[in-house]
């Protein structure tokens, strides 16, 4: 699946007194197999242009194709390709336990082998049986972000997007994240889209780096190619 974004700009509240336009003009490509770095300053519009690539909001002006279609027309179609992780976990929790929140898009999407989606996840990011049965907003930070991810991967989508995946994470809950990224991406046919303030953590990780400044998109050096 490739994802193109044509001049797409985005505007807050347009024709409001509190218009404000975060994206300018953006233009952008995410391919099957590559990793993908959006890089800017708080506010800079990294989460809106998430937002974009995953249908949730559309562009004020611009157009965004899905392999040369419009995706507005059916977004579920195109979405159960991809997952998404938010950068605040607890704000994309709705269940009751953590092996109902992981499981939930399998069930929703009536996809079978539940116990074996869930077994990959739990080993891909290291979350024991004991963590299933817990509750999801009770987790510490490192545990709820292992879920997040686990939720949106779980029904094996070709894109991965993660908005700041290692914010305030300790130093071991970071590594497992990031050695779980080397892992995902090393497998075929998936694309990781990743938001960060700090690219210098994911190095180890090789992709094409974006900064976003003053609404506009501009390509940066890679990192690892
Ligand atoms: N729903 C909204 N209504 C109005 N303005 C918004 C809305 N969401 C975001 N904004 C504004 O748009 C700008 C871009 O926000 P966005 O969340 O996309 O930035 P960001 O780069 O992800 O920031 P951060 O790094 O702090 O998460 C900010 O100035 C923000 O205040």
């Not at 490509?29 to 993908?36: F, H, K, R």
């Not at 908005?163 to 970071?174: A, C, K, Q, R």
Request: hydrophobic share 35%; aromatic share 10%.
């Amino acid at each position: 699946m490739t994802i193109s974004l044509v001049n797409v700009s985005y505007v807050y509240n347009k024709n409001t007194p509190i218009e404000k336009k975060v994206l300018k003009r953006v233009n952008l490509e995410i391919n099957l197999n590559e990793v993908i770095y959006i890089v800017g300053k708080t506010g800079s519009g990294k989460t809106t242009l998430l937002y974009l690539i995953d249908f949730l909001i559309k562009p004020t002006s611009g157009i965004i194709y899905v392999d040369g279609k419009s995706p507005y027309d059916n977004p579920d179609k195109y979405r159960k390709n991809i997952g998404f992780a938010f950068q605040f976990p607890e704000r994309q929790f709705f269940s009751e336990t953590v092996k109902d929140e992981i499981t939930f898009s399998l069930k929703n999407l009536n996809i079978d082998n539940v116990d074996k989606r869930l077994e990959y996840v739990q080993r891909i990011l290291d979350i024991d049986d004991e963590m299933l049965t817990k509750n999801p907003f009770k987790l510490s930070g490192g545990e709820q972000r292992r879920v997040a991810i686990a939720s949106a991967i779980v029904h094996d989508p070709e894109i991965l997007i993660l908005d700041e995946p290692t914010v305030s994470l300790d130093y071991i809950n970071e590594a497992r994240i990031i050695t779980f990224l080397k892992e995902w991406s090393n497998i075929k046919n998936k694309t990781l889209v990743i938001v960060t303030h700090d690219i210098e953590k994911f190095k180890e990780i090789p992709g094409k780096v974006y900064y976003l400044k003053k609404g506009k998109l501009i390509r940066s050096d890679s990192i690892g190619i």
